[in-house]
């Protein structure tokens, strides 16, 4: 009888588990109890474009059926192809506003979907990895310089510090006319934006006019109106244009943009640069888009 008083007391192993289900769903029903409101989940930005080895971020918004931002809600985030991008953390919690920021790592050229998990709320942002594809085109232009200043040196890879340059011919027996400029590719790519090296109005290469690679200050590209080839192939599309900018030109679509060309038409300085204003220079035209020229 005394064996059976002390093995009664031992509990059974069974129990153990019994009591950790209990105990889990004690905790799932509370997580339920603190989401189990939300009604509606928002991201900025709807769709997101991040450069190769660039950071971006998306912020997601929890709020309940009256529109009230939710504290403390816990968020989840993955992506489904973390050879492209990666997200960051992988699950965070609401603020006071409702609102919990991740973070977007581009590890290579192409899209990813990241989704976004908080109780039955699902919702996911596409995100593009884009790289500079202005390499892997042909560059060609309205006229100007030639050889060592040929169009090719404007998606050479050398960059506004090396002082390496193509200039396009905006007046003629001083007369002004409006340059283009112009890249190609050999199949169709994706453009989300762009970046066009010229002078910052103040300074330029060279010191003196005798270097052979001095540039006036004055010879900025300034205005410009951007289009892009239409599927057809003969027909040209304006995306937007430029007004008188000074420095570099960081220019971004309307939209991410399928084609085999991109060109820019009735080119000028900006009024705003003092200096010879005609034949403005390019030292590099960069573009960010997909696929990678690899």
Known sequence: MENYKINN?????????KYTLILALFVCMFSFCQTGYSTSMNIT???LSVDVQSKGTATVKILDDEKN?????????????EVIA????????????GKVSFSITGISNGTSTITFFSNTLTKSIPVTIVSNIASCAVAS????????FGPETMNDGIEKEDCSYHWI???KNGRKKTGWIQLDWNKEVTVTRMTIQTTDCNESCGEISADPFYVDPGRNLGNGLVQYLDEDGVTWITDDEFIEEIGDVEYSFTKPITTKAIRIVKISPSFYCEGQQSNPVVFEWKVFGTPSCK
């Not at 007391?9 to 588990?17: F, N, R, S, V």
């Not at 931002?69 to 192809?81: E, M, Q, R, T």
């Not at 997200?87 to 006071?96: H, S």
């Open 86 to 97: 990666t997200v960051t953390p992988a699950l965070a919690f609401t603020n006071t506003a």
């Open 141 to 148: 232009s309205s006229g100007g310089g030639t050889d060592d």
């Open 169 to 171: 011919r905006t007046s």
């Open 9 to 17: 007391k031992i509990k059974h192993p069974l129990d153990l588990k």
């Open 45 to 47: 930005p709807a769709t």
């Open 69 to 81: 931002p939710l504290y403390n809600i816990p968020v989840f985030a993955k992506s489904d192809s």
